[in-house]
């Protein structure tokens, strides 16, 4: 299921794209500021993000450059009433994929986010992530350490692939426990996690990698940056 996340301080409008944007096979979620929103990205990055610039608490250009450093680049579409030329320039040069500006056609709102779905899912098939010594492609379950293929069990690469999404953020062991075992289990070993970090760490080598946050949780630390 593809999700969008919409930044948008105006309530009505926010809930309007999200009636007008949600399918069976979409969620659409609302946050009327960074701060929400960098909550909500730091517990499952989006497919698609609609972000509108001039928000409560700063300016979404800078939110927009966060997202650009990190290994999985969603599509972001900006939504501002910032119309003038230079502020369509700036905002698709800070690295935004589309800029809309209010007022806007609900329909060709919806066209350009299918546009951007339809890409990242096209790159999802084909990409291939290069970080230091490492090979990975998703799509493919191909996982390479100095070019000698490495094999991964599923949870291993939810926790591989969580730990890219926020390269350079640590991510909590409550989060990333509630984001690998979705299986609906009631209760999940304290110890589940820990297994299968140094699992990771020992298959990839990657103990510079793989940071751990005492008493927090873990972080893919960019030492090839």
């Not at 450059?65 to 003038?84: C, F, H, Q, W």
């Not at 056609?105 to 990242?120: E, I, P, Y």
């Amino acid at each position: 299921m593809n999700q969008i996340l919409i930044i948008e301080d105006d309530r009505g409008l926010g809930q309007g794209l999200c009636q007008a944007l949600k399918t069976s096979d979409r969620k659409v979620i609302v946050c009327a500021d960074l701060k929400s929103a960098r909550e909500q990205i730091s517990c499952q990055m989006p497919d698609v993000i609609l972000l509108d610039l001039n928000l409560p608490d700063g300016n979404g250009l800078g939110l927009l450059k966060e997202l650009r450093g990190k290994s999985r680049k969603p599509p972001v579409i900006l939504l501002t009433a910032n119309d003038t030329e230079e502020d369509v320039v700036n905002g698709l040069e800070s690295g935004a994929d589309d800029y809309i500006t209010k007022p806007f056609s609900l329909a060709v709102l919806r066209a350009r986010v299918n546009t951007q779905l339809r890409k990242a899912e096209d790159r999802e098939k084909t990409g291939n992530l290069i970080t230091g010594p490492y090979f990975f492609n998703f799509a493919a379950q191909k996982f390479c350490v100095k070019g000698i293929p490495v094999e991964l069990s599923k949870n291993e690469q939810k926790l591989l692939r969580l730990l890219l999404e926020n390269k350079g953020r640590i991510m909590e062991r409550a989060v990333l426990v509630d984001r690998i075992w979705t299986d609906g289990a009631e209760y999940v070993d304290e110890n589940a996690l820990s297994v299968t970090i140094k699992r990771l760490r020992d298959k990839l080598n990657a103990q510079n990698y793989i940071r751990t946050v005492y008493g927090i949780g873990y972080e893919w630390v960019n030492n090839d940056e």
